[in-house]
């Protein structure tokens, strides 16, 4: 094998190495860590970020929890996050009647996460708490009423449950876990295309685990129903929240038993084989027909990069 490329330092993976403390112990005392001088809120909007300018390279997202108030977030509850060097973290939901007066706002930067997280907006420690209040905040929204006997359900526990008055059922927030793989034939990969991508974007394929189901079974199941692959050994990678709206992206590799591709339409444009070669121009930035792979930002790019730089193969 020819020798690898610099391909440069190892990007951070997004929304994930957390510095916030969840003190999940603390979660019903969330009011009066409220009321803590050092307690700052990240003020979210349905899909909306909204950020502080302040002159430099990068925004700041944290507000004080009255500067959150004023916004008008003080009529969605607050979620309790955790603890930061002890200083309270809290989500503050905007109703979109609030959200619609900000644009006006000259020291206010509005957004959405994916960008903050693409374009480096923040500093990368505040992207993890952002994805679990950006998360909590709408599993709020989405679950007001009891699933059980419909009746209007109260927040408790620092916003992770709902509670309800009527029945006494409990209700906790949920992630739903996502596999997305790499699947390797010697050396080459398979990589498929969304109908919703940009028209040059390649990247793994991905399909939520249902219910029953082991992770490496849900890997050759996605496989075989998006590109008609069969898959055989699995090897998990890495895993990363991904807040939109609540995923856990479970990474891993794939081991390529078939090569004839057969793509299901409803949910890919195209897959195909990529080489080595290709995927190292990609990663470069070099592909002759201007191909590219995910951002850094998105653990379909460490998958694949993985491949290249770990050697991963059957």
Partial sequence: MPPLPDLGPKPRLGY??????????????????AQAPNARAYVIGNETIV??????????P??????????????VEPVFLGLQDQAPRFGFGLPASAIEALPARTDLFLTDLRSVAVQGLVAPEHLPPLAEAKALLHWHIRHRFCANCGMPTNVSDGGWRRDCPSCEAQHFPRTDPVAIMLTIDGDRCLLGRSARFASTMWSCLAGFVEPGEAIEDAVRRETLEEAGIVCGEVRYFASQPWPFPSSLMIGCHAQALSRDIKIDANELEDARW?????????????????????????????IIRAWIEDDVSF
């Fill in 16 to 33: 994930t190495q957390s510095v916030i403390d969840r003190a999940a112990e603390r979660r019903h005392d969330a009011a009066a860590l």
């Fill in 51 to 60: 950020l502080k300018t302040h002159g430099g390279a990068t925004y700041e």
């Fill in 62 to 75: 944290a507000f004080t929890l009255d500067e959150a108030r004023a916004l008008g977030a003080a009529v």
């Fill in 274 to 302: 990529f080489t080595r070669d290709e995927i190292i121009s990609m990663l470069l930035r070099r592909h002759p027909d201007g191909l590219a792979l995910p951002p850094p930002v998105a653990i379909a790019h460490h």
